[in-house]
């Protein structure tokens, strides 16, 4: 999580790593959402492939996507309706979880 002084609030922020300056596949799959906006999807306000950053006295690149905070907890969620009824979304979330 950041916090923006400009705009006054906090935004999430995702990092990959990269291999040999290439993007991590995960980044290129995400960020292709990036032009969709709706009240439903969390918008995300920047995607960049490559970035250098400086980790532990190294310049390292990595690839991030900044966007905004959800308003709700995911343990939240977990007790709503959807996921008592809903196997395909249950499946569809932990599967995704579980990934990287």
Known sequence: MVYSSE???YYALKIFRC???EAYPGFSNESRFKIIKHENIITMSQA???QQILHKE???TISF???EK????FA???EGPPFQ??????EIIFINLSKD
């Open 7 to 9: 705009y006054r609030k």
């Open 19 to 21: 291999k040999e300056s």
């Open 48 to 50: 960049e492939k490559e």
């Open 58 to 60: 190294e310049m390292s």
């Open 65 to 67: 996507i900044l966007m």
């Open 70 to 73: 959800a308003s709700c907890d």
């Open 76 to 78: 939240d969620l977990l």
């Open 85 to 90: 009824v809903d196997e395909l979304l249950v």
